[in-house]
């Protein structure tokens, strides 16, 4: 075998085995994506401080198929309004729990809620009390008086939570923890 038939093999064999190794490393991350961590971005001014407009963060999708949402945890879920929207809210309160919005706070169980989190620390609305069925949590926006949550439209379906944010990814100077 000539040496010019053995370098168009080999540069052959380079570009088949790097074609193989970028499209198993896109299988990977697709496989990743849809069973495990997914990105989102935020698209409303709902979450802050907690989360800015622009801001990019990764949902955890398997952890409510091993515990259940608690209070404080932040959640993307499909809009029980639109379709083809999903939203980042707080649960503020889950099955069983009396929620109720007076006074410009939050109380659940009949106790005020202190909410450090907060962009203002006193909010418009009022809500009455409501106890949270099985299979529900009741959701709203650290922003709250700029926030469609579920005093608008009541608990959301735990089936519809898509996954739990953990942490900001971009930008680089707003990094961490959610």
Known sequence: MSGARKKSRTLLGMVIEI?????????????VQFFLVKPFTIHQISMEPTLMEGDRILINRVVYHFRDPKSGDVVVFQSPVNDNE?????????????????????????????????????????FPETTIPSGRVFVMGDNRNNSGDSRLFGPISTESIIGGAFVIYWPIRRWGGV
């Open 19 to 31: 074609v193989v190794i970028v499209a198993a490393a896109f299988a990977i991350a697709m496989l």
């Open 86 to 126: 999903d939203l980042v809210k707080r649960v503020v309160a889950v099955a069983g729990d009396r929620v109720a919005v007076r006074d410009g706070s939050l109380y659940v169980n009949g106790v005020a809620q202190r909410e450090p989190y907060l962009r203002d620390r006193s909010f418009r609305g009022e």
